[in-house]
């Protein structure tokens, strides 16, 4: 982990820390506090507007270090809907509808103008414009979801702020792991910023979330999880990942929704029957224990998504082994039902307990034996026309003639990579398999760069980048870096003193250019602006940073270098 992700993460925890107190203050002042009720668990006056501390901490965190584009625009712009949403709720007590409506509006920013959704979602045997309006659904479900999943849990002192922060940075360690810094970053720089506020919220609380926070956490977490989750892109890895980590708020919403319908009750009427509360009342192990205990299974829970990167039998097993834990506590604590205890039933088939619910005295198992005859034919004939069905289908792929396979664009790596070249190349990697354009433009002009003013990696008469140029004009390249930058570059070579090596970059602009290359004006150019920092001063360049322009042509769906500003 570079120690520019790891500063931004103490950067915002410091702002959050001095900002708290200050925005808790005026909180008070104003009158913006948790008012006590039956379903309330805390006592006196507790402001609930520390989301305000942690959502300004994570702006000022995104100015020093963020670098911006489409992407990271369209998350902050949808933040901003989803706090403004969250704050009026913490004064006025906004309507569910209207909440939602809020969410629902955040959501169409990232997908309309970040062009952020879930990626690579495909129904068979339907047309993939259809395919893409379902993922477009899902997407604003997922992000809706797992807002209000976020905003349920927060019920002790605590519990939200440090569930939020185990599941940031399981994301930011596996997107490193893949070479995302990116999303590294984006990450911790919310961890800190919630991490600084967990000081004052932790049991005994001084200040509360409030919806603005806790809805604003959520979404955060949603959306960065539809960035990849650095995971190599796939519907299934961009939210199987993140599902496994947020286990404890998905299933504590999942069971409040299926527990308020059992019982005829509205989605929005609140409830003590969460798991927090089971936890403080039903075993009674107070505030701080039962909040520590959903911080263990969080990191177990996180820990299956992170040993999925590296053994996929063993990440499968610890968490088929929690779920099992998971659905014997619902059941025993009547979390759902009274009556419901389905595998608790089925356990007393070979423990015979007397505390356990036997088969036979469930209706259930009354109404299987009296209608038993009846519906094993019923479920012969449906067995009988799936078997069918499926050799009908596999018949007809088996029939269906080969279609040539869509070429994949691949770019070269080059010998001897540095640290740095590894991780833009894998982030290329990524971008290509998402299909993310502006990405893959930035991702080649940083590689080329990169590659191109490094020569610790390099051998006599190489030349670095060229693998990344347009290949009609590699000669002139060629001849331009022997000339120029790569003049003296064997004698630093040979002596291997001094040479230059780019540790870092940052994107300042990606954007359409109005240059081109004569007779290929009818190709699109763009021009990526770089800043490159190099391990000490570069004796070439005679600087430490470098900033420059590359310009690039998209042409046959490839992205590459024709000109380099001096």
């Known amino acids: ?74 998350i902050l712009i949808g933040g901003f809907i989803v706090f403004l949403t969250g704050f009026y709720d913490d004064i006025h007590d906004l309507s569910p509808k209207f909440k939602m409506l809020g969410q629902i509006i955040a959501a169409l920013v990232v997908i309309v ?76 720089l919310l961890a800190g910023a919630i991490g600084g506020f967990l000081v004052y919220n932790f049991h005994p609380a001084s200040v509360f979330l409030g919806d603005c926070g806790a809805l604003f956490i959520g979404y955060m977490i949603a959306v960065i999880s539809l960035l990849g989750f650095g995971y190599k892109s796939s519907s299934f890895f961009t939210l199987g990942a993140p599902i496994v980590v947020l286990m404890v708020p998905i299933m504590d919403t999942l069971i409040a929704i299926i527990r308020r319908k059992v019982h005829h009750k509205s989605f929005s009427e609140a409830d003590k029957n969460h798991l927090h509360h089971k936890l403080m009342f039903s075993l009674e192990l107070g505030q701080t224990k039962s909040v520590l205990i959903l911080y263990v299974v969080t990191i177990l829970f996180s820990l299956c998504s992170y040993i999925y990167l590296y053994d996929k039998i063993a990440a499968t097993i610890l ?80 029939s269906t003639p080969t279609h040539k396979p869509v070429q994949t664009v691949e770019y070269k790596e080059a010998d001897n990579e540095t640290e740095l070249m590894s991780d833009i190349y894998n982030q290329l990697k990524t971008a290509i398999e998402r299909n993310n354009k502006p990405d893959i433009r930035q991702d080649v002009a940083a590689y080329f760069l990169a590659d191109y003013f490094t020569l610790s990696n390099k051998k006599e008469n190489q030349i670095g980048g060229i693998h990344y140029f347009y290949s009609d004009k590699k000669d002139d390249f060629t001849a331009y870096a022997k000339n120029g930058y790569y003049k003296n570059a064997n004698t630093f070579i040979k002596n291997q003193t001094d040479l230059p090596e780019v540790i870092h970059y940052d994107i300042i602009s990606n954007q359409d250019s109005y240059k081109a290359l004569s007779g290929l004006e009818d190709y699109s150019y763009y021009d990526v602006r770089i800043k490159i920092t190099f391990a000490d001063v570069n004796p070439i360049l005679n600087v430490e940073e470098y900033t420059t322009t590359v310009t690039l042509i998209e042409k046959n769906q490839r992205f590459s270098v024709v000109a380099m500003e001096e």
């Open 1 to 74: 982990m570079s120690l520019e992700i790891c500063l931004s993460f103490v950067v915002t925890f410091i702002i959050s820390l001095i900002l708290v107190p200050i925005v808790s203050k005026v909180s008070k002042k104003l009158g913006i506090i948790a008012h006590t009720n039956k379903r309330t668990i805390h006592k006196g006056i507790i402001a609930r507007t520390g989301g305000y501390a942690i959502y300004a901490s994570f702006l000022i965190g995104t100015m020093i270090f963020l670098k911006t584009d489409i992407q990271i625009n369209s």
């Open 113 to 188: 103008y970040g062009g952020i959704s879930l990626k690579g979602f495909i129904i068979p045997f339907l047309p993939s414009s259809f395919s893409h309006v379902i993922a477009i659904i899902i997407t604003i479900g997922w992000i809706v979801g797992i807002s209000n999943a976020v905003n349920l849990i927060d019920g002790l002192d605590g519990l939200c702020g440090g569930i939020s922060i185990i599941v940031l940075v399981t994301i930011s360690l596996t997107s490193l792991t893949y070479g995302r810094t990116d999303i590294s970053s984006l990450s911790l």
């Open 319 to 398: 968490f088929l082994t929690l779920m099992l834990l998971f659905e014997v506590f619902v059941e025993a604590t009547n979390m759902i039902d009274r009556k419901y205890k389905p595998v608790l039933t089925i356990m007393n088939i070979f423990i015979k307990s007397e505390y356990l619910p036997s088969i036979k005295d469930t209706k259930p198992y009354r109404r299987i034996v009296e209608r038993a005859k009846k519906k094993y034919a019923v479920i012969a004939l449906i067995v009988i026309a799936i078997i069918f069905s499926l050799v009908f289908v596999f018949n007809k792929q088996n």
